[in-house]
């Protein structure tokens, strides 16, 4: 079936980097835009990243521009949001969710999610 | 950036009976509008989009309507797993949420 499965969150200090995966199964993963959103604790949801299927286009929300990157291998069934400089404001559980094959609009599926905590 | 805006933020219902959800956006997002439900400890679920079409596996209890700035989600004869929180998205220009709705049980 299509699933989504995130990994690489844990807990990184102030200024330091972390680099999420996303591994995808069930559906041709290079047909289709990709996307991550986050969630901080006990908060809403946030959009803040999304990726092309050719990975031609990329586009990042306001709070995260300059600092994160998306990125994603066909090959290896794999999208990845690079994350620098990061605050303590960017603690939240990060999903990957998959967008269609023309556009991104709604998201459907999400993965499990992985937490990030940013913390001295 | 659209602001979505969703209402109430808490709403207390008994099973059996209907719950409707509003959300509203600061500028007009057309029909670009998906809703989602979350469970504690869950991802969130697609269950509309384009304001009215039901995603896959959704049943027919769940309906969307609105268009422009004006959207609501119903939810008739609720069941015990409907109980959950409920998010607006729009995707007319970039995407942002709504705050959510707990929807509990009364």
């Known amino acids: 079936q299509v699933q989504l499965v995130e990994s690489g969150g844990g807990l990184v200090k102030p200024g330091g980097s972390l680099r999420l995966s996303c591994v995808a199964s069930?559906?041709?993963?290079?047909?289709?835009?990709f996307t991550w959103i986050r969630q901080a604790p006990g908060k809403g949801l946030e959009w803040v990243s999304y990726?092309?299927?050719?990975?031609?286009?990329?586009g990042n929300g306001d709070s995260v521009k300059g600092r994160f990157s998306i990125s994603r291998d066909n090959a290896k069934n794999s999208v990845y949001l690079q994350m620098d400089s990061l605050r303590v404001e960017d603690t939240a559980i990060y999903y990957c969710?998959?967008?269609?094959?023309?556009?991104?609009?709604?998201?459907?599926?999400w993965g499990q999610g992985t937490l990030v905590t940013v913390s001295s | 950036e659209i602001v979505m805006t969703q209402s109430p933020a808490t709403l207390s219902v008994s099973p059996g009976e209907s719950a409707t959800l509003s959300c509203r956006a600061s500028?007009?997002?057309?029909?670009?509008l998906a809703w989602y439900q979350q469970k504690p400890g869950q991802a969130p679920r697609l269950l509309m989009y384009?304001?009215?079409t039901r995603a896959t596996g959704i049943p027919a209890r769940f309906s969307g309507s609105g268009s422009g700035t004006e959207f609501t989600l119903t939810i008739s004869s609720l069941q015990s797993e409907d109980f959950a929180v409920y998010y607006c998205?729009?995707?007319?220009?970039?995407?942002?949420f709504g705050q959510g709705t707990k929807l509990e049980i009364k």
């Open positions: 969710a998959r967008g269609s094959t023309t556009r991104l609009d709604w998201f459907d599926p």
């Open positions: 069930g559906f041709t993963f290079s047909d289709y835009y």
């Open positions: 990726i092309s299927a050719t990975a031609a286009t990329r």
């Open positions: 500028q007009s997002v057309d029909s670009n």
């Open positions: 384009g304001a009215s």
């Open positions: 998205q729009q995707y007319n220009y970039w995407y942002t």
